[in-house]
């Protein structure tokens, strides 16, 4: 264990030296022209001092945002509109739903496309050049077509959240699915069995690792367009609302801890998709 984390501290630690270091570079030129106006000085302490406790920095540092990370989580009740634990729970319920209909769109479609050479030659280009399209430019559309139906809330967020998580399903299960090699399915059709129960028997257990893989990188696609969905309505819940918020009124140090807040939900997301599927996988015989 020792091992495995020296490597990841190493890196977190870079990661910090080099996000201090640029926030001296970047704000230095606000904490001169303060400096300026009251006809001062500044060394070099004193500048990177100053550098580091503005209000509204370009870039905020990582103490900063730590403290306003438990400020809006630990210091504020889980039902405050303040509280980043609210948000939270708002994004990640839009993206839960949206991953739900975007794992089973995709696999629906990967079943399809593999047992249908029309479906093959006809869906799959569509679902390719369906992720050509900037999600920044459909969701408005998308959010203002369902407006126009009376849908409004958490199912517009969703859709667009499920817009990005279906495609790398499609594409994983489509290769997990088509995993067995021929001699297998040979064997399958010497017994007699049908397309269903080689679904069923040989198919389908093949492709989990394939599933789990593209699972993981959908439920972090979910995340986004969920996010990205609370951005053209003018949203006031949610963690593209802090965002929106933050920019709105200049406050970086919200938008970063919205934004790490993201990450840190991302990371959690995914990290449950891997226990399931450590646990899954072992059950099946995969891994010892």
């Not at 938008?255 to 891997?274: D, Q």
């Amino acid at each position: 264990m020792g091992g495995a984390a020296l490597p990841v501290i190493a890196v977190i630690c870079a990661l910090l030296v080099i996000w201090y270091a640029a926030a001296v570079g970047m704000n230095a030129a606000w904490a001169r022209d303060q400096a300026a106006r009251q006809d001062r000085t500044l060394s070099i302490t004193q500048l990177v001092a100053e550098t580091w406790s503005q209000d509204r920095p370009r870039l905020p540092v990582p103490h900063q945002v730590g403290a306003e990370l438990w400020n809006t989580t630990v210091g504020k009740p889980v039902t405050s509109k303040r509280s980043l634990i609210y948000h939270g729970w708002i994004t990640l319920s839009a993206t839960l739903l949206g991953f739900a209909l975007g794992a089973v769109a995709g696999i629906v479609l990967a079943v399809g496309i593999v047992h249908s050479r029309a479906m093959d030659m006809s869906v799959m280009p569509w679902a390719i050049a369906s992720q050509t399209i900037p999600i920044l430019a459909i969701a408005p559309m998308i959010i203002v077509v369902m407006n126009s139906l009376g849908i409004q809330g958490l199912l517009p967020k969703a859709i667009i959240s499920a817009y990005l998580s279906f495609f790398p399903v499609v594409v994983g299960m489509v290769k997990g699915l088509r995993s067995p090699d021929a001699m297998q399915l040979d064997l399958l059709r010497t017994y007699g069995a049908n397309a269903w129960q080689g679904l069923i028997k040989l198919r389908l257990p093949a492709s989990m690792p394939y599933l789990f893989a593209s699972l993981k990188v959908g439920v972090a696609a979910s995340l986004v367009g969920a996010i990205v969905g609370e951005l053209p309505t003018g949203a006031v819940r949610g963690l593209g609302a802090r965002l929106l918020a933050g920019s709105y009124y200049g406050q970086t140090v919200q938008i970063w801890s919205a934004l790490l807040g993201a990450a840190v939900l991302a990371a959690l997301l995914v990290g449950a998709i891997g226990l399931v599927q450590r646990v899954t996988l072992r059950r099946m015989g995969f891994t010892r």
